[in-house]
Nanobody, 127 residues
């Protein structure tokens, strides 16, 4: 079992930056690919970004390329989502997730592929 806990959410203004962290416990994170998803009120959960277990491969939702970055520090058992130039439409609950490290190509954006989920972190961007 892997437990995931997000942190770093909060209320920011449009144009600000924010970095979310996802701390894992229970098993070493280096066995797992990681993903970030978000869910805005009244909307379905949507894919944000994913990173392979070694950190060598990344994949982003097309609409977020260039503004968001994903990284991980396996020595710290932690993943990160750096969000820049935030917009009010980025307001959502952000979830980190982990799946067995078979690679992210072709599977990264499918939430069904992920085995473990965090409880979510609220990010609110005011205009």
């Amino acid at each position: 079992q892997v437990q995931l806990v997000e942190s770093g959410g909060g209320l920011v203004q449009a144009g600000d930056s924010l970095r979310l962290s996802c701390a894992a416990s229970g098993r070493t994170l280096s066995y797992y690919d990681m993903g970030w998803f978000r869910q805005a009120p009244g909307k379905e959960r949507e894919f944000v970004a994913a990173i392979g277990k070694s950190g060598g491969t990344t994949y982003f939702a097309d609409s977020l390329k260039g503004r968001f970055a994903i990284s991980r520090d396996n020595a710290k058992n932690t993943g990160y989502l750096q969000m820049n130039s935030l917009k009010p439409e980025d307001t959502a609950v952000y979830y980190c997730a982990a799946k067995w490290g078979y690679g992210i190509m072709g599977t990264a954006s499918d939430p069904v592929k992920y085995n473990y989920w965090g409880q979510g972190a609220q990010v609110t961007v005011s205009s």
